[in-house]
C-alpha cells in the first residue's frame, strides 16, 4: 500500500500540508495552515519556508460548469495580510497563487502537480481575508475570440 493510499484510507503518521504560494509583482508570500512554520522543496527544487497562519483553503470544484475558482481566507488579526491583498486586487493582472499539496513525512516535493491559478477578486475585513482564484472560465468565451466587424474591415461592406 502506497503512502498516500493509506493516508487516504485512513491510519497512519502522515498528515496532508497544504501551502500556499502568492505573488503580488514581486513580493512572494509563502504560507501554510497550522501552528508550525515547515521548510519543502518546491517542485524547481527551490529549498522555501512556509509561515504558518490561519488560513482556510476551498479547492475547486471537480464540474463542468467552467469555473474552475480557489477561495481562501487568511487571518487579518495583525493587519500585515490585508495590505498586499489591496495591493494584490489594484493590480489583478500580476498576482498568481500557486497551490502546492505535501505530506508531513516528505517534505522533499510537492505530492502532486501544483495549481497556479490567478487572483479574481476578494475583499478584506479587520480580522479576515477572503480571495477567489481560478483558471480562465472558458466557457463563456465568445467563438471565434476574434470578430470581424466592419469598423475594423471595412472592405465587409463590398462583399
Request: glycine share 10%; with cysteine; hydrophobic share 40%.
Amino acid at each position: 500500500m502506497t503512502v498516500l493510499n493509506r493516508l487516504y484510507a485512513s491510519g497512519g503518521n502522515e498528515v496532508l500540508i497544504e501551502t500556499l504560494q502568492i505573488n503580488i509583482g514581486d513580493k512572494l508570500y509563502y504560507l501554510t495552515r497550522g501552528w508550525d512554520d515547515i521548510t519543502a522543496t518546491t517542485e524547481g527544487g527551490e529549498l522555501v519556508t512556509f509561515v504558518a497562519c490561519g488560513i482556510d483553503i476551498a479547492l475547486p470544484a471537480r464540474n463542468d460548469d467552467g469555473t474552475q475558482d480557489l477561495k481562501f481566507a487568511i487571518s487579518n488579526v495583525t493587519g500585515t495580510v490585508s495590505g498586499a491583498i489591496r495591493d494584490a486586487l489594484q493590480n489583478l493582472s500580476g498576482a498568481t497563487l500557486t497551490y502546492r499539496l505535501y505530506i508531513s513525512t516528505s517534505l522533499s516535493a510537492p505530492v502532486g502537480r501544483p495549481y497556479t491559478l490567478s487572483i479574481k477578486s476578494g475583499y478584506w475585513t479587520a480580522t479576515e481575508v477572503q480571495i477567489t482564484a481560478g483558471y480562465m472560465n472558458v466557457l463563456d468565451l465568445a467563438w471565434p475570440r476574434y470578430r470581424y466587424t466592419l469598423p475594423a474591415y471595412p472592405g465587409l461592406r463590398y462583399l
